[in-house]
C-alpha cells in the first residue's frame, strides 16, 4: 500500500518490483483526482496498471477499506499524516511487514510523532541520499520491520 501516488513516480517502481518477482499487486491512494489521473495514464503507458490499483481519496479514510493483508506500507503524503495512516492500516498488517517513510530527512519535525511511535516500538533504519533542490541537498528514507503485538 502507497499513500501518497502524486504521478505515480514510486508506484511504478513497486510495479516493477512486483512483475519481476511474478506476485502481488500494488493499492495506491491519492487525494487530488488530477494527480491520479496523470498517474494512471503513467501506469498504463508503462503496462503496470493491471498490478496497480489506484484509489482516489483521503488515505487516512481509504485505508480501513483496502480489504486484504498488507505486506508493505509506503508513506510518501502528508507529513502530519504518517501516523494516522500507520494506525488506519495497522489491523492488516502482516507481522514483519515492511514499514517505508519517504522524505524523513526533510519532514522529520511535521512526522514527529509517527517517528516517535516507530522508533520506541520496532527496529528502524534510517538511509540519507543525495538529491538535487534549490533548498536542501539531502533527504532520507526510513524502514522499519513491522511486528504485530502478542497476544497473552
Known sequence: VECGTAIGYSGLWIA?????????????????????SEAQSNFTQAGV??????????????????????????????????????????????NEATLVADNVGIGANKMKDYLDYTRSRYQTELHWFKID???VNRDAIEIAIYRKPSST
Not at 519481476?20 to 488530477?34: F, H, M, N, R
Not at 488515505?59 to 499524516?81: H, I, W
Open 49 to 94: 496498471n493491471h498490478l496497480i490499483d489506484l484509489r482516489i481519496g483521503d488515505a487516512r479514510n481509504v485505508l480501513g477499506k483496502v480489504g486484504s493483508a498488507v505486506d508493505l506500507l509506503f508513506l510518501d503524503n502528508d507529513f502530519q499524516n504518517y501516523l494516522p495512516c500507520f494506525q488506519a492500516i495497522e489491523p492488516q498488517l502482516t
Open 133 to 135: 533542490l534549490p533548498w
Open 16 to 36: 516493477y518490483e512486483l512483475q519481476a518477482i511474478g506476485t502481488g499487486k500494488l493499492i495506491t491512494i491519492e487525494i487530488d483526482s488530477e494527480r491520479a
